[in-house]
């Protein structure tokens, strides 16, 4: 079955998770700028990041037939120095304005500082002001609640980003509800030991219904796997849900929110 990776950091992957991917039925994939697995230490090192994001992970992906798609942002996890993270946000309308980025993301929070917090807002601006789309991080932490609610606080202040442009990631049990209820997209990120695994996600599909959800695999520097979409596919099939229910999550859902930029194009049924 085909189905879309919309959040995966496949500069953390090996040629073989492409190939492993491919086989499983991916036909694209979308990377929001994320930690580099440790503190880089200069806004020029971020450039380098750009480039391999906008240009090498997608002549990788395409050796592959996957097709490869970017956001820009300095994460949260390296937001606390403002000075730093302005510099490396000076960098970014020159990347946006690449073909293959999709908008501005993955930005949020990750301690709830009040220097995330600000540069996350700053961030919004820009998106605002590129019209672009938003991918939002939130705390993998015990205080994911208090971040969700500040971060559906702070884009109140952000009226031209309208919810239905907006997908806010991590969602959990806890925090899904309201993400849902404030009209925003959610996402559902897949770990084998922490946060959501797929039988958890679908019983958050079984409890929410699919609309404005999507699944994905984050792939990231730590403990993860790139193949949990395919996984969520087979928990879903095994509880009786149909072909068209599954493909509607993994394919159709991302495509729709990811079309919105007016840059993906996926010419899959």
Same mark, same amino acid.
């Given at each position: 079955m085909a189905y879309i990776d919309p959040h995966i950091h496949m500069v953390s992957r090996t040629t073989d998770d492409y190939r492993a991917m491919q086989l499983a039925g991916c036909v694209a994939v979308t990377e929001p700028a994320f930690w580099a697995g440790f503190d880089r230490s200069s806004p020029e090192g971020f450039r380098d990041y750009f480039v391999q994001l906008t240009e090498v992970e997608p002549a990788r992906a395409a050796r592959f037939g996957i097709a490869h798609h970017a956001w820009v942002c300095i994460n949260p996890k390296e937001a606390e120095d403002p000075g730093f993270a302005r510099a490396v946000m000076a960098l970014l309308p020159e990347f946006l304005a690449k073909p293959n980025v999709l908008g501005v993301g993955e930005i949020g929070l990750n301690r709830n500082t009040k220097n995330e917090l600000a540069i996350f807002e700053e961030h919004l601006a820009l998106a605002q002001a590129h019209d672009t789309l938003v991918l939002i991080h939130t705390p993998h932490l015990e205080d994911k609640l208090k971040g969700t609610r500040l971060i559906l606080d702070a884009l109140k202040r952000y009226p031209k980003l309208t919810p239905d442009r907006v997908l806010i990631d991590h969602v959990e049990e806890h925090t899904v509800g309201a993400v849902l209820d404030a009209g925003y997209w959610a996402g559902m990120t897949l770990y084998p030991d922490s946060k959501l695994n797929p039988p958890?996600?679908?019983?958050? !599909? @079984?409890?929410?219904?699919?609309?404005? &959800?999507?699944?994905?695999? %984050?792939?990231?520097?730590?403990?993860?796997?790139?193949?949990?979409?395919?996984?969520?596919?087979?928990?879903?099939?095994?509880?009786?849900?149909? !072909? @068209?229910?599954?493909?509607?999550?993994? &394919?159709?859902?991302?495509? %729709?929110?990811?079309?919105?930029?007016?840059?993906?194009?996926?010419d899959v049924r």
């Amino acid at each position: 079955m085909a189905y879309i990776d919309p959040h995966i950091h496949m500069v953390s992957r090996t040629t073989d998770d492409y190939r492993a991917m491919q086989l499983a039925g991916c036909v694209a994939v979308t990377e929001p700028a994320f930690w580099a697995g440790f503190d880089r230490s200069s806004p020029e090192g971020f450039r380098d990041y750009f480039v391999q994001l906008t240009e090498v992970e997608p002549a990788r992906a395409a050796r592959f037939g996957i097709a490869h798609h970017a956001w820009v942002c300095i994460n949260p996890k390296e937001a606390e120095d403002p000075g730093f993270a302005r510099a490396v946000m000076a960098l970014l309308p020159e990347f946006l304005a690449k073909p293959n980025v999709l908008g501005v993301g993955e930005i949020g929070l990750n301690r709830n500082t009040k220097n995330e917090l600000a540069i996350f807002e700053e961030h919004l601006a820009l998106a605002q002001a590129h019209d672009t789309l938003v991918l939002i991080h939130t705390p993998h932490l015990e205080d994911k609640l208090k971040g969700t609610r500040l971060i559906l606080d702070a884009l109140k202040r952000y009226p031209k980003l309208t919810p239905d442009r907006v997908l806010i990631d991590h969602v959990e049990e806890h925090t899904v509800g309201a993400v849902l209820d404030a009209g925003y997209w959610a996402g559902m990120t897949l770990y084998p030991d922490s946060k959501l695994n797929p039988p958890r996600a679908v019983d958050i !599909v @079984e409890c929410y219904g699919s609309e404005r &959800l999507w699944v994905n695999s %984050a792939g990231d520097w730590g403990h993860s796997d790139p193949l949990s979409v395919p996984k969520c596919a087979a928990e879903m099939r095994a509880r009786g849900h149909s !072909v @068209e229910a599954v493909s509607k999550l993994l &394919l159709d859902n991302p495509r %729709a929110f990811l079309e919105q930029s007016g840059r993906f194009v996926l010419d899959v049924r």
